[in-house]
């Protein structure tokens, strides 16, 4: 098997911050890497500050708290909302 093939399995990081498609992963080593507040966060990462006016801001709240509690970070950030029928 190729390197190609093993990357293409990888499973994509869920997506905390849509209007700037910013997945939780990025948010996640952002804030190991020692941004420890929000706007700290939205200069590094761009999550928050989209044209939706930050609904993400709770979400990336939690995670640097949990961090900031004991190191780790929730399982999923943002909960996935179902895609809507038209």
Same mark, same amino acid.
């Given at each position: ?5 093993? &990357?293409? =399995? @990888? /499973?994509? /990081? $869920? ?13 996640? @080593?952002?804030? &190991? ?21 930050? &609904? ?5 709240? @939690?995670?640097?708290? &949990? ?6 970070? $929730?399982?999923?950030?943002? $909960?996935?909302? $179902? @895609? =809507? =029928? =038209?």
């Amino acid at each position: 098997m190729n390197d190609q093939a093993g &990357s293409a =399995r @990888k /499973s994509k /990081s $869920p997506v905390v911050c849509r209007c700037n498609n910013v997945d939780q992963n990025t948010i996640e @080593k952002a804030i &190991s890497r020692g941004c420890n507040t929000l706007n700290r966060v939205f200069d590094a990462t761009k999550a928050g500050v989209g044209a939706c006016g930050g &609904s993400c801001r709770i979400y990336i709240a @939690k995670m640097l708290e &949990s961090y900031e509690k004991d190191g780790t970070f $929730p399982a999923v950030a943002r $909960p996935q909302t $179902p @895609k =809507r =029928r =038209r």
